[in-house]
C-alpha cells in the first residue's frame, strides 16, 4: 500500500514515469524499522530557457579583451576596450628630446576564436573622463563619447601564448609631442592635470570578419611591465652621446572597462531584449546557452519541486544532484571549463546567491563523450524550496566562474527524446 501511495502522489512532480525511473529500497530493522523507504526519482519535469543578464561588471578585471568573433548560435561578439591612464614621472630633463609615442598590450594567454586570422586594431581619443555616473564599477553595456581621428592602428596575426611578447601600436607622432612638452614645461605636475586633459583612450578591434578576441594584461599602474601608453625620449650627456629612456602611461585598474556587444541578428536568439526575457529551449534545437562577457546565460526551472512534501507526512531529502551535457562536437576548438558557476535566481531573472559549482566529469578515453557531463549538488538548494512557508520562485543559472573578463561559450544539451538529456535525481527518505 505504501508504494502505491508514493506511485500516486508521484504525479505531482513527474511529468511521466516508467518501471526503471522510480526504485525504492526498504531499510533494515537495524537502522530504524522497515517501514522506513528511500524512493529515488529522475523523472522531473525541467523548464530550461536562455537569458540574459541586464548587465555585466567589465571593470577591473586584469584584463583588457580586444576583438570580434562571429558564432552560428549567438551571433557576433565584439570587445572594444576603454583605458584611463596614469603616470608617475612629471619631471623630465631639459636636455630631453621627444622620439616617438606608441601602445604596448602585453598578452595574458586567453583567446577566443581563430587566432590564424589577422586582426587590426584602431586607437581613438576618449572624450570624457572614463568614470561611473555612480557606483564604483563600469559595464559592458557602458560607453563614452571619442574622436573619430584614428590616432594609431595595427593590423596582426596573434600570438597570444607567448606571454613575453607583446603588440606596439605606434601613435599620431604630434599627440606624443603635445603631451611630452607639457610635462616639460610643468604644464601637466599631477595626474589631475594630466585627466583633465588627456581623459584616455578607446581601442576598437576591426568587425568586418570573424577572427579573435584576445585578452591582455594590465596590473597596478605602478608596475613594471604592463600595457601603457609609452613616450619615447633621449638625453644627450656630456659625452654628447643619446640614453634612451622612456615614460609610462599605464592602465588604471578600478576605470578600465570592456565594452562587449552581441548582435544576434538572424540566430534563434535574436528576440533577447531584456533581462527578464527568457527563450525556452523548444525555440533553440533543445539547447541552452551561456556565454561570459555578454550576460547571456543557461536558465534551467524544476517548477514541480515542492510537490516532493506531497508524498509523505514525515519525509527528507537525502541527495539531490543536476546531471547535464554539453552538446558533442560543440567545444571541439574550445577546451570545456572544469566547473561552472551556478547562481539562484528570481523569476525575473535577478540573482539572488551563488549556490556551488557544476563540476565536470570527462572520461578522456571516451571517444563517444559518453561520460562527459556536468553534475550539480542541490541538496540544499531542494531543501530550501522544501521548507520555505511560501513559494520560491527560483531557478538556477550557469556562467563561467570568470564571465566578467572571457567571451567563451557553452552549449547545454535538453532534449527529453535523445540519450543525453538534463536530468534530476533525488532521493528521498520516508518514514
Given at each position: ?5 508514493i506511485?500516486l ?12 525511473d ?5 531499510v533494515?530493522?537495524?537502522?530504524i524499522?522497515?517501514n ?6 529522475d523523472?522531473?519535469?525541467l ?6 543578464l ?14 570580434s ?10 570587445s572594444?576596450s ?9 619631471d ?13 598590450l602585453?598578452y ?9 586570422i ?28 571619442y ?34 612638452d607639457?610635462?616639460?614645461?610643468n ?31 594590465y ?15 633621449t ?25 562587449i ?14 533581462s ?12 541552452i ?16 519541486l515542492?510537490?516532493l512534501?506531497?508524498i ?9 544532484k543536476l546531471?547535464?551535457?554539453?552538446l558533442?562536437?560543440?567545444y ?5 571549463e572544469e ?7 528570481d ?6 546567491k ?13 571517444e563517444?563523450?559518453e561520460n ?11 531543501e ?6 511560501y ?6 543559472m550557469?556562467?563561467f ?6 567571451v567563451?561559450?557553452i552549449?547545454?544539451?535538453d ?10 535525481q ?6
Amino acid at each position: 500500500m505504501k508504494y502505491s501511495f508514493i506511485l500516486l502522489l508521484l504525479g505531482f512532480v513527474m511529468i511521466t514515469s516508467c518501471s526503471e525511473d522510480l526504485k525504492t529500497y526498504p531499510v533494515g530493522e537495524d537502522f530504524i524499522d522497515n517501514n522506513v523507504i528511500i524512493t529515488v526519482i529522475d523523472t522531473f519535469s525541467l523548464k530550461c530557457g536562455t537569458f540574459m543578464l541586464d548587465s555585466v561588471v567589465t571593470s577591473n578585471t586584469g584584463r583588457i579583451l580586444l576583438g570580434s568573433v562571429i558564432d552560428s548560435n549567438l551571433g557576433q561578439t565584439t570587445s572594444q576596450s576603454y583605458l584611463k591612464l596614469k603616470n608617475t614621472l612629471f619631471d623630465i630633463d631639459t636636455n630631453a628630446k621627444y622620439d616617438s609615442i606608441g601602445f604596448v598590450l602585453n598578452y595574458d594567454t586567453y583567446y577566443y576564436g581563430d587566432t590564424t586570422i589577422a586582426q587590426t586594431y584602431k586607437v581613438h581619443r576618449v572624450r570624457k573622463i572614463i568614470e561611473p555616473d555612480e557606483g564604483l564599477s563600469l559595464y559592458n553595456t557602458s560607453n563614452f563619447p571619442y574622436d573619430n581621428e584614428v590616432l594609431g592602428e595595427l593590423t596582426f596575426t596573434p600570438k597570444p601564448n607567448k606571454t613575453s611578447d607583446s603588440l606596439y601600436i605606434p601613435l599620431n607622432f604630434n599627440l606624443g609631442k603635445e603631451i611630452f612638452d607639457k610635462l616639460k614645461d610643468n604644464e601637466i605636475n599631477n595626474f589631475d592635470d594630466f585627466e583633465q586633459y588627456f581623459n584616455g583612450i578607446t581601442i576598437i578591434p576591426n568587425t568586418t570578419t570573424n577572427s579573435n578576441i584576445l585578452g591582455f594584461q594590465y596590473k597596478s599602474y605602478t608596475s613594471s611591465n604592463n600595457s601603457s601608453m609609452r613616450i619615447y625620449y633621449t638625453i644627450s650627456d656630456d659625452d654628447n652621446e643619446d640614453n634612451d629612456s622612456f615614460i609610462d602611461f599605464n592602465v588604471v585598474n578600478e576605470d578600465q572597462f570592456n565594452h562587449i556587444e552581441s548582435n544576434r541578428l538572424n540566430t534563434q536568439l535574436e528576440n533577447l531584449e531584456t533581462s527578464e526575457t527568457i527563450i525556452s529551449s523548444s525555440y533553440t534545437n533543445n539547447l541552452i546557452y551561456t556565454q561570459g562577457g555578454t550576460g547571456i546565460s543557461a536558465r534551467v526551472e524544476i517548477p514541480y519541486l515542492k510537490n516532493l512534501n506531497k508524498i509523505s507526512e514525515n519525509g527528507t531529502v537525502l541527495d539531490g544532484k543536476l546531471l547535464f551535457y554539453p552538446l558533442k562536437g560543440s567545444y571541439d576548438n574550445n577546451p570545456l571549463e572544469e566547473s561552472l558557476t551556478v547562481y539562484v535566481v528570481d523569476h525575473k531573472n535577478r540573482i539572488i546567491k551563488e549556490l556551488g559549482e557544476a563540476v565536470l566529469t570527462n572520461n578522456k578515453y571516451d571517444e563517444f563523450d559518453e561520460n562527459t557531463y556536468y553534475t550539480v549538488d542541490l541538496t540544499l538548494y531542494i531543501e530550501e524550496i522544501l521548507s520555505a512557508t511560501y513559494t520560491l520562485n527560483y531557478a538556477l543559472m550557469f556562467q563561467f566562474s570568470d564571465y566578467k573578463k572571457t567571451v567563451d561559450k557553452i552549449l547545454i544539451e535538453d532534449d527529453n527524446a535523445e540519450e543525453f538529456k538534463m536530468k534530476l535525481q533525488v532521493s528521498y527518505l520516508t518514514y
